[in-house]
Nanobody, 124 residues
């Protein structure tokens, strides 16, 4: 079992930036794909970005392309989400997730472990 803990959320003005971090603990950080998801009130959870184990493959939701960057540091058992040019519509709870295999293009069903989420609020 892997435990995931997100941090870095908060309140920011539109146009600002935040960097989310996800720290993994428990079993060896041998998971493959890592992803960031978000869920706004009244909406379904959606993928924001995903990254392969090596970092060579990434996938982004169309709504965040060019603004968000996902990265990982396997030596530190961590994955990050740099969010720039934030918009009001980015307001949501952001979740980190880990999959034992899979693809950066698969949905939430492939992920085995989830964090508790961190709130990101963008004021207009």
């Amino acid at each position: 079992q892997v435990q995931l803990v997100e941090s870095g959320g908060g309140l920011v003005q539109a146009g600002g930036s935040l960097r989310l971090s996800c720290a993994a603990s428990g079993r060896t950080f041998s998971f493959g794909v890592m992803g960031w998801f978000r869920q706004a009130p009244g909406k379904e959870r959606e993928i924001v970005a995903a990254i392969s184990w090596s970092g060579s493959s990434t996938n982004y939701a169309d709504s965040v392309k060019g603004r968000f960057t996902i990265s990982r540091d396997n030596a530190k058992n961590a994955v990050y989400l740099q969010m720039n040019s934030l918009k009001f519509t980015d307001t949501a709870v952001y979740y980190c997730a880990a999959a034992k295999g899979g693809s950066v293009y698969y949905g939430p069903a492939q992920y085995d472990s989830w964090g508790q989420g961190t709130q990101v609020t963008v004021s207009s």
